[in-house]
């Protein structure tokens, strides 16, 4: 009987062993909640100058990883590659696995992360806005020139034989870019809405915005919104009326009221947005005005913050009325005093 029961424990214990060799895999996920092969549905802030205390350092700029179906997609660089660098790994960001990478437009605070991003992953593909000149690159066919054959050769541009296509420098000459001057699909359901600046400050500033298709409707990423985040929701509309979630800078930093009022009511009443989660350049006001609009539809999104995306987006307690911690606006606004928004602004104000 003894031996009997033995045997049974070892025959026992082999089967439990091959099952769990075979199925840990399975065994891990129903513990944790996992579902086989599931796929990440999230927006992280990795570069903001507001959040909860972390690793991971606060500066003046705009980062996000946004992963869905599939996907992983680095929407703009931030300001300065180490402190990029800094960030990604405190929050476990590895971005030498990317599908493609947005740069929103050509300020230093969404594309000064470049060198540490190139660095991890040099051959990423890079959409980019295409402007006149830019400094991601640009090309024009030589026949946009006057040509007059009656000068000698040595007077003429390339000899009075130029190539047939002109293509000018960018400020990272190995960089994998594809620039983007229209509305385009780059991947089923992903989109890029290309929109130009009509502010003075930022007069033919060109400027990308992402829009992702969802079952919940439409998720739209936006950098520093130059040229309106009402104009952008209005073109993002031509691809899905439903505009379920908005994420980035309104470039509403130092706006005043009655302009905020007018946006917020255009997004809440106007564009029916369901949930916003605002940042960068939005602006203090603009986010307590946003936040008392839209309620419990208003997602906290500082720095480190990951906004789950679904039927009810989600990211943790969105902290003080104003969308910051007690110990965010005065770190917020030294930084602004050093950035790109602040220079804008001093412009607008001199012409007033």
């Not at 993002?236 to 946006?263: C, N, Q, R, W």
């Amino acid at each position: 009987m003894k031996v009997s029961f033995w045997v049974r424990g070892r025959v026992y214990g082999l089967i439990t062993a091959v099952v769990l060799i075979t199925t840990g895999g399975a065994a891990q996920r129903a513990v944790s909640g996992e579902k086989p092969g599931a796929k990440k549905a999230q927006i992280t802030i990795l570069y903001d100058a507001f959040g909860k205390p972390s690793a991971m350092q606060k500066d003046w700029g705009f980062s996000a990883l946004i992963e869905y179906g599939g996907q992983r997609i680095l929407f703009d660089t931030g300001d300065n590659p180490d402190v990029l660098a800094n960030n990604a790994k405190a929050k476990g960001a590895d971005l030498s696995k990317l599908d493609f990478v947005i740069l929103s437009h050509r300020h230093g605070d969404h594309m000064g992360g470049m060198e540490y991003l190139l660095s991890v992953n040099p051959k990423v593909k890079i959409y980019a806005p295409k402007e006149n000149f830019g400094v991601y690159g640009f090309s024009l066919p030589s026949s946009f020139y006057r040509k007059d054959e009656s000068l000698p050769a040595e007077q003429r541009y390339f000899d009075g034989a130029p190539p047939p296509v002109l293509k000018f420098g960018s400020a990272w000459p190995r960089a994998n870019f594809e620039l983007i001057d229209a509305a385009a699909e780059i991947a089923p359901g992903i989109h890029l809405i290309s929109l130009v600046s009509d502010k003075p400050t930022t007069l033919e500033l060109r400027e990308l915005s992402l829009a992702i298709e969802t079952p919940d409707g439409l998720v739209l990423v936006v950098g520093c919104s130059h040229p309106g985040i009402d104009k952008i929701v209005e073109a993002a509309s031509t691809i899905d009326k439903h505009i379920y979630l908005i994420v980035g800078g309104f470039h509403m930093v130092v706006a005043k009221d009655p302009d905020i009022e007018k946006i917020v009511t255009g997004l809440h009443d106007g564009a029916k947005v369901d949930y916003v989660a605002p940042g960068h350049c939005t602006g203090e006001p603009t986010f307590a005005a946003l936040r008392k609009a839209f309620g419990d539809h208003y997602l906290y999104a500082g720095l480190g913050t990951t906004i789950a995306l679904g039927p009810t987006p989600g990211s943790p307690a969105a902290g003080s009325a104003s969308g910051m911690d007690d110990n965010d606006p005065a770190s917020y606004r030294a930084l602004l005093s050093h950035s790109d928004d602040r220079e804008e602004a001093v412009m607008a104000y001199n012409r007033e």
